[in-house]
């Protein structure tokens, strides 16, 4: 009886816990809601200067807030910046009276891939080709800051800070030995030459034709940041800090900020308050008297309550846009990662809307699960067989199941720093029969057939287990190629000799006709117009599972905080190598998960996903993340 008491006083006190916390997530919201302008992030429109601090990494598509995780684990959510709403920002400044200048603080921008990087590049000149100044600021800039900086008027830098500009590459790790020592079989199935994302599992370093792959891509995409930051910045002597960055820094007896100064990089030195100052002198000091004279103050609206001042328009007819961004995986997941089922949903929404003219899928993505690509596949024909148009706008990349979605596509648009390609399948699966007798655990069958059981990861494959499953991945690539050589009118056999798993730069899939035409988003709406035979002015994107409730959208901002939620921490030199450090074992976090997820035949570029310029993945958590940490645990305890 005393111990059914005592678990009745704890469930009371939880239900009284849970029903506090509820009431106090209410009245927040509530508050809020009486407080808050609608998207306005807390702020109001005070004209001056639009203040854009890009505070973690730019995305196609925000992830969803999920509140009950925000609550378990006690933090924040990671900030994050939609590319769409940033570049609509800026671009409506170009041509608001009200907006004197742009300004952009990039110490905590959490990076970006570089076709979103260029997109924003191109707003802020039509900011300055309206004769308003765009004044950048950071402590530290590196690869992407610095191609975002370069399009600025006036670009700063702290005193304690510099640029840093390395070019693309790094290191990929290899977990053979890994592998080998922990007598873990990993089963590695696949087609394709150059599909290399499976490479780590079976190999102690990258095979000569990854290598030539990977060498052309990046050199491509390094010519191209290259090319845009001369154009926008001819002064800046990139080579000086690329080709000998030891000489270049001793020239200034070590100090980064000078020598960057001096290289053209930055047009001046100082701190957060002096760059506000300066801010100040253009766009004048803020209306409030309680901050009116505080240092580095300045007249200044936020983004959010920008865009909630000026809503996009709704005229005439909408075009429906359905975002396929970061990893397409099985299920509803998402927003933040494309469940293949919900994106499915998505556009057969749009299918059975009579109303809508044409269709514009914009696909952000390395590609993931083959079943989850193909659900989407699927959906996009029953679209066209409606006689509409289908538009593909592919951002920084689409690979693999990327390029697997946008096969049904009317026209292609990529950029030429798009990466895409990766046509080519594979499946890993592990087995653990060697690690278990290693420690007197031995799997004893029983079979009526060469495929009972199978595949048995404590017991090991049979060849015939392995026959089928190759089988399987070459049936499935074999169907890649077909809905390739039909979409790109091609011989299979043609397709074959530029799929094999090889990625390219939009550029060169272009000439190999994987791509028809360069341009962004909004020159794949223009066309998706004129081909659903819309008058110039008869349209407007309409953007598909993109609402928030209000509910949603006000636990979203009580959780991340408002726009002006004071100064980011300093982000130099050390702290960056620290997020590198952070990101790299986040990529062999994600490495070793997908080892043992589970997961089905894949059509992902694994490469293309670690190619972010900074940003983190987005992922949402699942039981393969619990596994990670359950097998991490078990290593430990292994090589102790």
């Keep these: 009886?005393?111990?059914?008491?005592?678990?009745?006083?704890?469930?009371?006190?939880?239900?009284?816990?849970?029903?506090?916390?509820?009431?106090?997530?209410?009245?927040?919201?509530?508050?809020?809601?009486?407080?808050?302008?609608?998207?306005?992030?807390?702020?109001?429109?005070?004209?001056?200067?639009?203040?854009?601090?890009?505070?973690?990494?730019?995305?196609?598509?925000?992830?969803?807030?999920?509140?009950?995780?925000?609550?378990?684990?006690?933090?924040?959510?990671?900030?994050?910046?939609?590319?769409?709403?940033?570049?609509?920002?800026?671009?409506?400044?170009?041509?608001?009276?009200?907006?004197?200048?742009?300004?952009?603080?990039?110490?905590?921008?959490?990076?970006?891939?570089?076709?979103?990087?260029?997109?924003?590049?191109?707003?802020?000149?039509?900011?300055?080709?309206?004769?308003?100044?765009?004044?950048?600021?950071?402590?530290?800039?590196?690869?992407?800051?610095?191609?975002?900086?370069?399009?600025?008027?006036?670009?700063?830098?702290?005193?304690?800070?510099?640029?840093?500009?390395?070019?693309?590459?790094g290191s990929r790790l290899y977990y053979k030995g890994l592998l080998d020592r922990l007598?873990?079989?990993?089963?590695?199935?696949?087609?394709?030459?150059?599909?290399?994302?499976?490479?780590?599992?079976?190999?102690?370093?990258?095979?000569?034709?990854?290598?030539?792959?990977?060498?052309?891509?990046?050199?491509?995409?390094?010519?191209?940041?290259?090319?845009?930051?001369?154009?926008?910045?001819?002064?800046?002597?990139?080579?000086?800090?690329?080709?000998d960055p030891v000489g270049w820094l001793a020239a200034s007896k070590g100090d980064a900020a000078q020598a960057s100064l001096k290289a053209g990089l930055v047009d001046r030195v100082g701190d957060r308050e002096a760059f506000g100052d300066r801010v100040a002198q253009i766009v004048g000091t803020p209306e409030d008297a309680a901050t009116k004279h505080h240092p580095g103050a300045f007249r200044r609206t936020g983004l959010g309550a920008y865009l909630a001042d000026r809503p996009p328009s709704q005229k005439g007819k909408g075009i429906a846009v359905v975002t396929v961004a970061n990893e397409i995986v099985d299920g509803n997941q998402g927003p933040g990662v494309a469940g293949g089922d919900r994106i499915a949903r998505l556009i057969d929404k749009a299918t059975a809307d009579d109303d809508t003219p044409a269709l514009v899928l914009r696909v952000d993505s390395p590609g993931g699960s083959v079943m989850a690509s193909e659900r989407i596949r699927a959906a996009l024909v029953r679209f066209r067989a409606t006689k509409r148009p289908i538009v593909v706008s592919m951002g920084s990349v689409a690979a693999s199941g990327g390029y697997w979605v946008s096969t049904v596509a009317d026209r292609v648009f990529a950029e030429p720093a798009?990466?895409?390609?990766?046509?080519?399948?594979?499946?890993?699966?592990?087995?653990?029969?060697?690690?278990?007798?290693?420690?007197?655990?031995?799997?004893?069958?029983?079979?009526?057939?060469?495929?009972?059981?199978?595949?048995?990861?404590?017991?090991?494959?049979?060849?015939?287990?392995?026959?089928?499953?190759?089988?399987?991945?070459?049936?499935?690539?074999?169907?890649?190629?077909?809905i390739v050589a039909e979409a790109r009118h091609k011989s299979p056999a043609d397709v074959d000799k530029i799929a094999q798993g090889r990625v390219w730069d939009g550029g060169t899939a272009r000439q190999l006709g994987l791509v028809d035409e360069f341009g962004g988003e909004e020159e794949a709406l223009a066309f998706?117009?004129?081909?659903?035979?819309?008058?110039?002015?008869?349209?407007?994107?309409?953007?598909?599972?993109?609402?928030?409730?209000?509910?949603?959208?006000?636990?979203?901002?009580?959780?991340?905080?408002?726009?002006?939620?004071?100064?980011?921490?300093?982000?130099?030199?050390?702290?960056?190598a620290a997020a590198g450090a952070q990101a790299t074992a986040q990529r062999m976090a994600g490495d070793l998960s997908y080892l043992l997820s589970g997961a089905g035949a894949q059509a992902y570029c694994l490469e293309c996903a670690s190619m972010d310029g900074g940003a983190v993945r987005q992922t949402q958590p699942d039981a393969g993340g619990m596994r990670l940490l359950g097998w991490l645990g078990a290593i430990g305890r292994l090589i102790r």
């Design 1 to 169: 009886m005393n111990f059914a008491r005592f678990v009745w006083k704890i469930l009371v006190g939880i239900k009284d816990g849970l029903v506090l916390l509820f009431l106090l997530l209410f009245f927040v919201a509530l508050s809020a809601a009486l407080t808050m302008r609608p998207g306005g992030g807390g702020a109001s429109m005070q004209g001056g200067a639009l203040y854009v601090p890009i505070e973690g990494p730019v995305v196609e598509e925000k992830t969803r807030v999920a509140p009950m995780q925000v609550l378990l684990s006690g933090e924040a959510p990671a900030r994050q910046i939609r590319l769409r709403d940033l570049v609509r920002g800026i671009e409506e400044a170009a041509k608001d009276d009200r907006i004197k200048a742009v300004v952009i603080d990039l110490d905590r921008f959490g990076g970006a891939r570089q076709v979103a990087l260029e997109r924003v590049g191109a707003a802020m000149d039509k900011v300055r080709a309206a004769n308003k100044p765009v004044l950048v600021r950071a402590t530290l800039y590196r690869d992407g800051a610095y191609l975002l900086a370069a399009h600025a008027s006036e670009v700063w830098v702290d005193g304690l800070g510099g640029v840093a500009v390395s070019g693309p590459g």
């Design 183 to 243: 007598k873990i079989n990993a089963h590695v199935f696949r087609v394709g030459t150059f599909k290399d994302a499976v490479e780590p599992y079976f190999r102690d370093s990258a095979s000569p034709e990854s290598h030539a792959a990977e060498g052309a891509l990046l050199g491509t995409l390094w010519a191209d940041w290259q090319a845009d930051v001369a154009k926008a910045r001819p002064r800046a002597q990139i080579a000086i800090v690329t080709k």
């Design 418 to 482: 798009t990466i895409t390609g990766s046509i080519g399948v594979f499946g890993v699966i592990p087995t653990f029969e060697n690690a278990l007798a290693n420690w007197g655990v031995h799997p004893d069958s029983f079979r009526t057939g060469p495929l009972s059981g199978q595949p048995d990861v404590f017991g090991g494959l049979t060849p015939e287990s392995e026959a089928v499953v190759q089988g399987e991945i070459g049936n499935i690539y074999t169907h890649f190629l077909g």
């Design 528 to 576: 998706a117009a004129k081909a659903g035979k819309l008058s110039p002015d008869g349209w407007h994107p309409e953007y598909l599972g993109d609402r928030q409730s209000p509910l949603q959208a006000l636990i979203e901002q009580a959780v991340s905080g408002g726009e002006d939620s004071g100064p980011p921490k300093a982000f130099d030199a050390t702290s960056a």
